[in-house]
């Protein structure tokens, strides 16, 4: 058998997460009887005999240009490389007539429009709905997201199957002190810092988190580091924001970053801070997690979900309370101790070859 999976994404949106494409080709050395085509997907030497790459990394920047790909351009090019099943990547194609599973891991446009341009707003409110409708079956990355699809767009529960997010195996605790010391030398001179990893924009609440940490610097007076990292360029309007910014001598924005260069910064944080408005799958947090890093994560979307008891919470929209959580785990050592304690038991619930399993059979069962 033959499956497709389609992860080629709007230019605006981040390219499919990187634990998926590594769950993918767990799947595909799981199963080596079937072959494996991915298409939009960073190509990899770790990939098997079985798997080939097609348009690798490929965006499109309009909406018109994407619904032509998905229901013309997609369709013939599974026809030609004679595909029996597509996986795509919160988007469908809805004049395939394969059967198709849906992994989705967002539904922000339903209650933050902010976060799009007025056309790819339309898009996703327009199509989504009929895209849950076309899939044979839905992977949600979250409980979360689950209950949003069934309660937003009727769709029957048990069509819905909530498969989780992992880290990758690079993320873990340093296995020396030394190590860690050695990282914040070369990222802070060698202080302790404060961690934000995601999309660096103004939409994903940094302004707020920036006031957090400005009450921080003045109630606390210490030289603690705020230090911004992602994997993709920092947003224009955001570092322009930064630059008048009364501590950017102590904040450090770190982008286009690689997967394990972010493993060792968030394995050397003090604590990571995520304050986001919105975030369905927890990606960054489950990193965190596995890294046993203490954590202070907004109180809403999926966030409680991923972390239970190993994070103490805040209002996104309060950055007093943000402020006050930082400072929670700064004068109280033990608290802070007693999160990196509990996450360790917390990560053990969200292991990678557990969830590519389980993407694996929701696959086979409905090829």
Not at 30 to 50: D, L, M, R, V, Y
Not at 145 to 153: D, G, H, S
Not at 287 to 292: E, F, G, S, T, V
Request: glycine share 2%.
């Amino acid at each position: 058998m033959i499956i497709a999976v389609n992860a080629v994404a709007p230019a605006f949106k981040p390219a499919a997460p990187y634990f998926l494409e590594q769950a993918f080709l767990i799947i595909a050395a799981q199963q080596p009887q079937h072959q494996f085509i991915f298409i939009g997907f960073s190509k990899t030497e770790q990939s098997g005999a079985n798997c080939s790459f097609l348009h690798t990394c490929k965006k499109i920047k309009s909406p018109l240009a994407f619904t032509y790909w998905l229901n013309y351009q997609l369709p013939a090019l599974l026809k030609k490389h004679k595909a029996a099943i597509v996986v795509g990547y919160n988007c469908c194609s809805l004049r395939c007539k394969l059967p198709q599973v849906l992994f989705a891991d967002d539904a922000a446009f339903l209650t933050h429009p902010l976060f799009y341009t007025t056309r790819w707003l339309r898009f996703y409110k327009k199509n989504t709905g009929s895209f849950l409708q076309k899939a044979v079956a839905v992977a949600a990355s979250s409980q979360f997201l689950k209950n949003t699809f069934t309660q937003q767009y009727a769709i029957a529960a048990e069509k819905i199957t909530v498969v989780y997010a992992a880290a990758t195996a690079a993320y873990k605790p340093f296995a020396h002190w030394n190590q860690k010391e050695s990282m914040k030398d070369r990222l802070t001179g060698g202080k302790e810092y404060f961690l934000y990893t995601g999309i660096l924009s103004t939409q994903q609440n940094l302004i707020n988190l920036l006031k957090a940490f400005t009450f921080f610097k003045q109630r606390q007076k210490s030289n603690m580091m705020l230090v911004l990292a992602s994997t993709t360029d920092a947003d224009a309007s955001f570092i322009k924001s930064l630059s008048v910014y009364k501590f950017k001598t102590s904040v450090v924005v770190a982008d286009h970053l690689h997967e394990d260069e972010i493993w060792q910064i968030t394995a050397a944080a003090y604590a990571v801070v995520y304050p986001v408005n919105y975030d369905a799958a927890g990606v960054t947090l489950l990193q965190a997690l596995q890294c046993h890093t203490a954590i202070v994560a907004a109180n809403n979307t999926v966030l409680p979900e991923i972390c239970g008891e190993a994070a103490v919470y805040c209002h996104a929209d309060d950055y007093n309370d943000i402020a006050a959580k930082m400072m929670l785990l700064f004068t109280n050592e033990d608290r802070r101790n007693l999160l990196i304690a509990k996450s360790r038991d917390q990560a053990n619930k969200f292991n990678l070859q557990t969830q590519a399993a389980q993407l694996g059979q929701l696959i086979q069962h409905n090829s």
